[in-house]
């Protein structure tokens, strides 16, 4: 067994590109692309915003690969209009070489209590040694997978526009939600925010998370 930390990889953009995409894209609106400057998407975008008129965000895309736990996935395909591709516990057979012959779980660093951690390491040590042994006696992993819990590892790819990431974002940082979300969350709003100010700027997040448990964020050409 394997306990593993979570991280996330996103596809490298330039962040006043895409602003400025967008306004291009709104100015059709007004035939206004005149008045376009280096800087008068800023202007444009906030206004958008304050009114409503957000489906100009739909204009343009990014993509993140997040290596989280199946509960994380669970919550975050509900989205209807992001698109996923999911490791598939039905096709990856985690007794094999190619994943080190043993499950990946990944670490709830959030249970911070010893005992409680402890239970659910031997937990995991349990299911992983049923998993195992069920796949000696010739289980199919459409069997074995009835037993991988939530924490069960596993890596995703995930799109949306840039419309459809604020309502995540704004959903999905909060207190509320599962903190093996706001781990990778949290961290690539920081980062659009940084990028975007003008539209993530105001989304509101878990400020009291502490940044310790922030899954490490990295930009890659391709992710
Ligand atoms: C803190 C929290 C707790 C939750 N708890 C539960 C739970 O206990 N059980 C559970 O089942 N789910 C739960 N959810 C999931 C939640 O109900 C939504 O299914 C999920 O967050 C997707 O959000 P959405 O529908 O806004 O968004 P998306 O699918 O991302 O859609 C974006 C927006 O498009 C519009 N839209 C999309 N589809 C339609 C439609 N058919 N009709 C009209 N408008 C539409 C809405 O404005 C929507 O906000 C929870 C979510 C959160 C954040």
């Not at 206004?32 to 800023?42: L, V």
């Not at 990856?92 to 994943?99: F, L, M, P, R, W």
């Not at 790819?157 to 974002?169: D, F, G, S, V």
Request: proline share 3%.
């Amino acid at each position: 067994m394997r306990i593993v930390e979570p991280w996330i990889k996103v596809e490298k953009f330039d962040g006043k590109k895409i602003m400025k995409r967008i306004e291009r894209a709104c100015r059709t609106c007004y035939r206004s692309e005149g008045k376009i400057t280096d800087d008068s998407y800023k202007k444009l975008l906030t206004n958008c915003i304050n009114r409503g008129h957000e489906s100009v965000l739909e204009h343009e895309k990014i993509t993140v690969r997040i290596y989280d736990d199946v509960g994380s996935y669970k919550d975050l395909t509900r989205h209807r209009f992001a698109s996923f591709s999911v490791e598939s516990t039905r096709y990856c057979s985690y007794d094999k070489d190619k994943y080190g012959n043993e499950i990946a779980f990944m670490d709830p660093v959030y249970i911070e209590d010893k005992e409680t951690y402890e239970i659910w390491k031997k937990t995991m040590q349990e299911i992983e040694n049923g998993y195992i042994k069920m796949k000696e006696l010739g289980a199919s992993t459409d069997m074995v997978r009835e037993i991988l819990p939530h924490s069960t590892a596993a890596e995703y790819t995930m799109t949306a526009n840039i419309r459809e990431w604020k309502h995540i974002l704004e959903l999905r940082t909060t207190n509320h939600v599962h903190p093996s979300i706001r781990q990778v969350l949290i961290p690539l709003l920081k980062l659009f925010q940084e990028e975007m100010p003008e539209i993530f700027g105001d989304v509101e997040y878990d400020k009291e998370f502490n940044p310790k448990f922030y899954a490490k964020l990295t930009i890659e050409d391709e992710v």
